[in-house]
């Protein structure tokens, strides 16, 4: 699986964005994505994640209630909308995925990564 982030820029505070991951070449049938941040001088952090059929959502508490995983099985593709932006999100964001059905917000259990895109948020 060749997993494509894109989506990120510059925001003002209080601004949005919306990114959006490809999946190409998955296999199988049950899976799921995680989004994570890195920011300057820090180790990535989980920031969401979801189920291959949204029977799990998980939110990073830094962003409960601003941001919102979701997915497209038709497009294998999966979204980041971000609301209400802080200058504290802006970081390189990466989308992951791993071949079961178990949530993880540890780095090391997702073998697939997307390559990054950046998000910076001006106060």
């Known amino acids: 699986v060749q997993l494509q982030a894109s989506g990120g820029g510059l925001a003002q505070a209080g601004g949005s964005l919306r990114l959006s991951c490809v999946a190409n070449?998955?296999?199988?049938?049950?899976?799921?994505m995680a989004w994570f941040r890195q920011a300057p001088g820090k180790e990535r952090e989980f920031v969401t994640g979801?189920?291959?059929?949204?029977?799990?959502?998980e939110y990073a508490e830094s962003v409960k209630g601003r941001f919102t995983i979701s997915r497209d099985h038709a497009k294998n593709t999966g979204y980041l909308q971000m609301n209400s932006l802080k200058p504290e999100d802006t970081a390189v964001y990466y989308c992951?995925?791993?071949?079961?059905?178990?949530?993880?917000?540890?780095?090391?259990?997702?073998?697939?990564w997307g390559q990054g895109t950046k998000v910076t948020v001006s106060s």
């Open positions: 070449g998955r296999t199988f049938s049950t899976w799921t």
């Open positions: 979801i189920q291959w059929n949204g029977g799990v959502i």
């Open positions: 992951a995925e791993r071949g079961t059905m178990s949530l993880s917000r540890r780095v090391s259990d997702y073998d697939r």
